[in-house]
């Protein structure tokens, strides 16, 4: 069974920075595009950033220039950094990992971590 496990939310203020980390475990024969999605409350989830697995970027337009997304396939593992932070980046965080196992490319989701921006 592949668990995604993510580390790294708390509580920042504004302009402060975090760095949020997402490690893959589990039965898998590769891991193809890595990236992180984003919920507030009462919003729907929406994506913020990928890589892929040739380390292909795709940042949502209000996070460029401010979040990096990077990943470490030695250690299956995506990182988001984020920097001059938001009120408005205050969300429960994602990983999302669509990985090839013993069964057809799945997509797994880890469990969230919360972001908040104190202004």
């Known amino acids: 069974q592949v668990q995604l496990v993510e580390s790294g939310g708390g509580l920042v203020q504004a302009g402060g920075s975090l760095r949020l980390s997402c490690t893959a475990s589990?039965?898998?024969?590769?891991?193809?595009?890595m990236g992180w999605y984003r919920q507030a409350p009462g919003r729907q989830r929406e994506l913020v950033a990928t890589?892929?697995?040739?380390?292909?970027?795709n940042y949502a337009d209000s996070v460029k220039g401010r979040f990096t997304i990077s990943r470490d396939n030695a250690k299956n593992t995506v990182y988001l950094q984020m920097n001059s932070l938001k009120p408005e980046d205050t969300a429960v965080y994602y990983c999302?990992?669509?990985?090839?196992?013993?069964?057809?490319?799945?997509?797994?989701w880890g469990q969230g971590t919360q972001v908040t921006v104190s202004s």
């Open positions: 999302n990992a669509a990985i090839l196992g013993w069964g057809p490319l799945t997509a797994y």
């Open positions: 890589v892929t697995s040739g380390d292909n970027t």
């Open positions: 589990g039965r898998m024969l590769s891991i193809r595009t």
